[in-house]
């Protein structure tokens, strides 16, 4: 199961109250990939100091590209829609701006 079927964002209906997953939203999927992988849960904060190797960081993260395309694919409104995941690539400098109503930080474990 891929994180893409969790309900965190917000509906489009601004009168609707229940939050919705990606695959309820038009448009495609987008992966930023970021070094922090090795964050770990303290309490209800999130805390960033252990890293993981860069090489175990790009398993990871192709894992997770791999779930999500997968998560895509066996949705039959995704299809539908034609949605894509789109993925940086893990350990290059990467840029991204956008406005956002955070931040959040979710932990999902797969």
Do not use: W
């Amino acid at each position: 199961k891929c994180a893409l079927n969790t309900c965190l964002s917000p509906s489009e209906d601004p009168s609707a109250t229940k939050r919705v997953s990606v695959l309820d939203l038009p448009g495609d999927v987008l992966i930023i990939p970021q070094a922090t992988l090795g964050g770990t849960p303290k309490g209800k904060q999130m805390q960033y100091h252990k890293n993981i190797a860069k090489d175990d960081g790009k398993k990871l993260y192709s894992y997770f590209v791999s779930l999500c395309e997968a998560s895509l694919h066996m949705s039959e409104k995704a299809r539908e829609q034609g949605k894509h995941v789109c993925a940086g690539t893990y350990g290059n400098l990467q840029v991204f701006r956008t406005d956002t109503n955070g931040p959040f930080t979710h932990l999902l474990e797969f």
